[in-house]
């Protein structure tokens, strides 16, 4: 269980913060997406929860004891994809897989292989497009076999095409592995595909809706239930962006 309890981010020279008594759970194994305005602290939310950025206030718990990134496996996505601009794709990948402790080699190829890189695996990230150094980040958490995977848009740099290979991948190595994950995405179709529950963040960081979503995993689910689910969905965050515009 993830546990987040009225935690607060500040950014020095801000006069308010950004996320202000964030309090929410999610349960082992459980995939949260956030969404919500460009703005309003799921970037800032996912690197509170990374352990990146300290919080001004209050506490993130993983199964019981406080987050520790020392001793948590957390695989991360950031934004800027984060790969060591020195080691080549293959050495990214395994490196961050040893430092958990799993070897990852004989997964890496056929990993990447899925993920349409199996060919860019000795190049430096230099040489690569931000859609493959996208995916390269994605190989990488993903060999680590996090028990926590914080994903920050993880799939924006990629063609719709691609996208949907990278997200169907994504959702299946997730769902074998168990781990806890939240993925932040600007894209509602997204959110309803890999998430159990989709949070929309509004004012000051704070959910203005949380959502389970009966159709996680489901690829093209249609009929009227869908239908009304996801228009509610969309307005809530039309209604979040308002809200921030006018705060
Ligand atoms: N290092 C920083 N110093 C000061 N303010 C910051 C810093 N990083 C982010 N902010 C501010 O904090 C707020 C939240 O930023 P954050 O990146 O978390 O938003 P976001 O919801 O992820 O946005 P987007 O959807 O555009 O990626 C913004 O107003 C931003 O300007």
């Not at 202000?20 to 309003?40: I, K, N, R, T, W």
């Not at 293959?90 to 799993?102: I, T």
């Not at 920050?152 to 991948?169: H, K, M, N, S, V």
């Not at 890999?194 to 690829?219: H, S």
Request: hydrophobic share 45%.
């Amino acid at each position: 269980m993830l546990e987040v309890e009225n935690l607060t981010a500040r950014y020095p020279r801000a006069s308010r913060p950004v996320i202000d008594g964030l309090s929410f759970s999610l349960g082992e194994g459980g995939l949260l997406a956030l969404l919500g305005p460009s703005g309003c602290g799921k970037t800032t939310l996912v690197n509170l929860l990374a352990g990146v950025l300290p919080p001004a206030g209050g506490s993130v718990r993983f199964c019981g004891a406080p987050l520790s990134p020392r001793d948590t496996a957390i695989g991360l996505i950031p934004q800027s994809y984060g790969l060591l601009p020195w080691k080549t794709v293959r050495e990214n990948c395994l490196f961050c897989a040893r430092l958990r402790g799993a070897s990852g080699e004989r997964e890496l190829d056929a990993l990447c292989a899925r993920l349409g890189i199996g060919g860019l695996l000795d190049r430096h990230p230099r040489e690569l497009s931000g859609g493959q150094a996208q995916r390269a980040a994605l190989a990488r958490a993903l060999l680590m076999k996090p028990r926590l995977l914080l994903m920050d848009e993880p799939f924006a740099a990629l063609d719709a095409a691609a996208a949907d290979r990278a997200r169907r991948l994504c959702f299946e190595l997730w769902r074998d592995s168990g781990a806890t994950a939240v993925v932040v995405t600007h894209r509602p179709e997204e959110a309803l595909y890999l998430a159990g529950q989709i949070a929309v963040m509004g004012k000051r960081g704070r959910f203005a809706r949380l959502l389970e979503n009966p159709w996680q995993g489901l690829p093209e689910p249609g009929g009227p239930d869908f239908e009304a689910f996801s228009h509610e969905l969309r307005r809530e965050i039309l209604l979040a962006a308002g809200e921030e515009a006018a705060s």
